[in-house]
T-cell receptor, first 112, second 114 residues
Framework: EDQVTQSPEALRLQEGESSSLNCSYTVSGLRGLFWYRQDPGKGPEFLFTLYSAGEEKEKERLKATLTKKESFLHITAPKPEDSATYLCAVQDSGGSNYKLTFGKGTLLTVNP | DAGVIQSPRHEVTEMGQEVTLRCKPISGHNSLFWYRQTMMRGLELLIYFNNNVPIDDSGMPEDRFSAKMPNASFSTLKIQPSEPRDSAVYFC????????????FGSGTRLTVV
């Protein structure tokens, strides 16, 4: 069974203080690893897809990286508007290759 | 495009009552998913439709839950009878393909069963 563990559960940063969120995963064969952002009262919003170890994707102050066992979401010089819950999900390459298995998320708070 | 539209946004009902949640996917998306989110368990897939056909309903908790997709632009998730443990946020998501693509989620329905 696919498993996704995110850490920390919550992270509080000062504006401009860079940090990283971790996503550890167990999957029989990885088809893709996804990062989503979720704001309070809203549905998750897609950020990135990573397909193979060594791949990196960037969007504004966010950079996602992937190894064979984990992914990191690096946040450089965050701003208060980056405050949200960040969700990691995996999609396996087996019979259920349509399914996203999500972690419970990291709640990021950026203080001005 | 208005995105994935869910209704109602909030639903409060008494235990034992029937609840129906509704979803309109993005036009042209042929895959539709119903997810449930709780603090304890996070986001869990309930059911997956492809081209209006249910493909995987293994996540549906029990027979009290049922889902339909009568056409490409509408889906429902019904709980009958509802129980307090069904309280959660229910999300509908759609995708132009069943795999390898990013999903677009609706804003969810927050269900409270008292």
């Amino acid at each position: 069974e696919d498993q996704v563990t995110q850490s920390p559960e919550a992270l509080r940063l000062q504006e401009g203080e860079s940090s990283s969120l971790n996503c550890s995963y167990t999957v029989s064969g990885l088809r893709g690893l996804f990062w989503y952002r979720q704001d309070p009262g809203k549905g998750p919003e897609f950020l990135f897809t990573l397909y193979s170890a060594g791949e990196e994707k960037e969007k504004e102050r966010l950079k996602a990286t992937l190894t064979k066992k984990e992914s990191f979401l690096h946040i450089t010089a965050p701003k208060p508007e980056d405050s949200a819950t960040y969700l990691c999900a995996v999609q396996d390459s087996g019979g259920s290759n349509y399914k996203l298995t999500f972690g419970k998320g990291t709640l990021l708070t950026v203080n001005p | 495009d208005a995105g994935v539209i869910q209704s109602p946004r909030h639903e409060v009902t008494e235990m034992g009552q029937e609840v129906t949640l509704r979803c309109k996917p993005i036009s042209g998306h042929n895959s539709l998913f119903w997810y449930r989110q709780t603090m304890m368990r996070g986001l869990e897939l309930l059911i997956y439709f492809n081209n209006n056909v249910p493909i995987d309903d293994s996540g549906m908790p029990e027979d009290r839950f049922s889902a339909k997709m009568p056409n490409a632009s509408f889906s429902t998730l019904k709980i009958q009878p509802s129980e307090p443990r069904d309280s959660a946020v229910y999300f509908c998501a759609s995708s132009p393909e069943g795999w390898g693509g990013s999903y677009t989620f609706g804003s969810g329905t927050r269900l409270t069963v008292v």
